[in-house]
């Protein structure tokens, strides 16, 4: 396939050997593990994930690379090739655990993310390559411009960590971009305490819907009405003023500046006000 076609798909694949085996180590592979690999692409981090003894379940959307693939699975019984989309398939028909290991296509790495941070039972650990950009924003703290909506979701069931940042040079082709290697471990627990999960990522989607916004002004676009019956009004300022200040929140600030327990606050507060009086 042509370089250009290959970007398009946010492909660049890793050919660095130290950086390679550092996402193994991080990956802790034991013996017969099943782990999953999104993004196969030449192999040669499934070579490195086969010699540590993994079994491995590796997507692919790239139909020249098939042909190449295909021959690596009849030549290793643990290398198991699903030729498809990533964000398509249906992860039921695979083990019931396993680890993610995979050097993430570019351009839908924080929608796969997105998508298998939400199956926590299924994947406890995911060691992952992304954009160094991608990598921050996944382990930003409050009050910085790289934390935003995708933190809050992944930090809630996942301790993230950024371990190394990788130069353009370690690709073929090399992306215009430093990259990240990520590793994001599943907690015994959520991290806060927030009643209704759906109502906690609600306000959170709300509040950082447009950043230069106060929380006031931004919570003003939440239909609660889309998930249950509720009472308040909270597209009148007034009303939504005094229920912020009633639960501790200053108005006046920004979704940035607010922690998950914040967040969490605001949605236990709002959970009981879902109801008809």
């Known amino acids: 396939m042509a370089q250009r076609k290959r970007q398009k798909l946010g492909q660049h694949f890793l050919h660095e050997k130290r950086y390679l085996a550092q996402i193994v180590e991080l990956a802790d592979i034991t013996p017969g593990e099943d782990v999953l690999e999104i993004g196969v692409g030449e192999g040669a981090l499934t070579r490195y994930l086969l010699d540590a003894g993994a079994k491995i379940y ?135 305490d927030v009643g209704n999960e759906n109502l906690y990522f609600r306000i959170i989607q709300a509040g950082f819907a447009h950043r230069r916004k106060t929380l006031l002004n931004n919570l003003k676009s939440l239909n609660l009405n889309e998930l249950s019956n509720a009472y308040h009004n909270f597209s009148n300022p007034e009303t939504l003023r005094t229920f912020l200040e009633s639960a501790g929140i200053d108005p006046s600030r920004r979704a940035e500046t607010l922690g998950a327990h914040e967040f969490a606050i605001i949605a236990r507060a709002m959970e009981p006000l879902m109801e008809n009086k």
């Not at 039972?121 to 992304?130: K, N, T, Y």
């Not at 809630?156 to 971009?177: D, W």
């Open 58 to 192: 590796g997507i692919e959307i790239d139909e020249a690379l098939i042909p190449a693939l295909r021959k690596m699975e009849d030549e290793h019984e643990r290398f198991h090739l699903i030729h498809g989309d990533a964000l398509d398939i249906d992860y039921a028909g695979l083990p019931d655990k396993m680890k993610l290991v995979a050097n993430l296509p570019y351009q839908v790495a924080s929608a796969i993310i997105s998508q298998l941070t939400e199956k926590v039972e299924i994947f406890p650990l995911m060691v992952l390559m992304v954009q160094r950009e991608v990598g921050e924003r996944l382990c930003a703290a409050p009050g910085g411009k790289d934390y935003g909506s995708l933190t809050l979701w992944v930090g809630y069931r996942y301790k993230t960590r950024l371990c190394q940042v990788v130069p353009p040079g370690a690709f073929r082709p090399p992306p215009k971009v430093d990259s990240a290697i990520i590793r994001l471990e599943a907690r015994e627990k959520p991290l806060v």
